[in-house]
């Protein structure tokens, strides 16, 4: 698309707003910033712009722009105008859980196999600006979630689709709605394309009518022996992520010994899962990322050693029918620690289970008193997982701010 001259407006500042804005005004286009926290009326004079940048955080269909959009301007995205202007090779995985570690896990292969390669998008570098250093022959791991997914019409070159739950049930309309949104990652790829699938999920296995690429699915259950064996990664659901990641790898032929140095040595990321510390023989660990209860649920499966869970946050409207039946019926789950907004809905749904577990309320304390109870619950041998199932947002800045609270915390420490 020819931006020169073009009355542009970007609709969101955040990191793609300011990542677009940067891209358009090299591209001499005039630019027009609006974001609601520069002013409540942003979305009023959308019909004087001839293309409306849509940042991820700004929902795709709300009255303002599908009115507009009626009259013919030109509605794209960050995302969008990426896909449209590279020309190398793009693989995308999307997924509810698991779309971090999979990306990293494939941009590692690829670089180890000497691959001109970047990683992008939410775990990786801004795209847009990455696009004057990438050529035909580069390929880019685009982590992609359902904000970016949404009314999205070209799709990458592979695409990766893993497990597909629920989730941003505070953003999207229904289920419907979010599954729909990450069907476009298969939607619009062409016959020459490949569509890596999960096949363990009813959901996933859907994608698999919406695309006119080549088809190979995937499984845990599938995995070979080599690829399980040695790895430092905690967890039946990163035998799924390891899966996408060497099924990708072999359809750009890595060879096996490369692969299986690579998913071996890689120890997870930041926040999902992630030992802490190892104090007065219990350990900690860190998965604040867990920001729902399916990976909630798959980190309590993680273990077998007596588990004590902190849990809780703020509301994404989700439900904990399955969180609750789970953690009444797992025998090593000995005690749960509630904190924030949703606690009594948790606790609600674990109630529903007759049970013996200790249930300890503890509010919206600070991170180094839920860390000091938790010690002092945890018998030896044992494991705190702060795996929360909620958002952070009615304590703390977000996942990161959590995950870093609780980190301090459990390095405060003492004897």
Partial sequence: MNFKGKNVAVLGFGIEGKDAAKFLKKRGANVSILDQKYSSDYLSALQKYDIIVRSPGVYRYIPEISKIEESGIRITSPIHIFLNEFGGVVIGVTGTKGKGTTSTLIYKILKKAGFDVHLVGNIGKSYLGLLDKLNNKSYVVMEMSSFQLIGLTVSPDIAVVLNITSDHMDWHKDLKEYVEAKTNIVKHQKTSDWAVINKDYKTSLLFANKTKANLIYFSKNNLENDFREGLKLRGEHNLENVAAAVTVAKILNIKKEIILKVV????????????????????????????????????????????????????????????????????????????????????????????????????????????????????????????????????????????????????????
């Fill in 264 to 415: 071996r040595g890689f120890k997870g990321l930041e926040h999902r899962l992630e030992l802490v510390r190892d104090y007065k023989s219990i350990k900690f660990y860190n998965d604040s990322f867990a920001t729902g209860p399916q990976p909630t649920i798959a980190a309590i499966n993680s273990f077998s050693e007596p588990e004590t869970l902190i849990l809780g946050g703020s509301d994404k409207g989700l439900n904990y029918t399955l969180l609750g039946k789970l953690v009444s019926k797992k025998s090593n789950v000995k005690n749960i620690i509630l904190i924030g907004q949703i606690r009594e809905q948790i606790k609600k749904a674990i109630n529903e289970y007759k049970n013996k577990l200790k249930i300890i309320d503890m509010g919206k304390s600070s991170m180094d008193l839920i860390v000091k109870k938790a010690l002092s619950i945890t018998p030896k041998g044992g494991v705190v997982i702060l795996s929360p199932a909620a958002a952070s947002f009615d304590m703390f800045k977000n996942y990161k701010d959590r995950g870093y609270q609780f980190k301090n915390a459990v390095s405060a420490l003492h004897e």
